[in-house]
């Protein structure tokens, strides 16, 4: 069993920057892919950021140049750093996990207001 936990949430102003983290256990981590998802609130989950075993990175376009992702497979954790936020990225962001299966952590609320 696969568990992640996720940190690094909260309130910033828009234009501001927060970096996310999310620790694995459980699992084997070099193989899978790591990446977010997020819902905003009243909306449905969207795919945000993911990173494949072999070091691809890929991102929705509403984050691209915006958002990094990077994993480090010794320390088994991935992060998201978060610039020039929007008040459209606040939702729930959750880290996920996916190797045969998929796995999910219980989420980190980021709101983005002045």
């Known amino acids: 069993q696969v568990q992640l936990v996720e940190s690094g949430g909260g309130l910033v102003q828009p234009g501001g920057s927060l970096r996310l983290s999310c620790a694995a256990s459980g699992g084997v981590f070099s193989p899978a892919t790591l990446g977010w998802y997020r819902q905003p609130p009243g909306k449905e989950r969207e795919w945000v950021a993911s990173t494949g075993p072999y070091g691809r990175t890929m991102y929705a376009d509403s984050v691209k140049g915006r958002f990094t992702l990077t994993r480090d497979n010794a320390k088994m954790t991935v992060s998201l750093q978060m610039n020039s936020l929007k008040p459209e990225d606040t939702a729930v962001y959750y880290c996920?996990?996916?190797?045969?299966?998929?796995?999910r952590g219980q989420g980190t609320q980021v709101t983005v207001s002045s």
């Open positions: 996920y996990y996916r190797h045969h299966s998929e796995y």
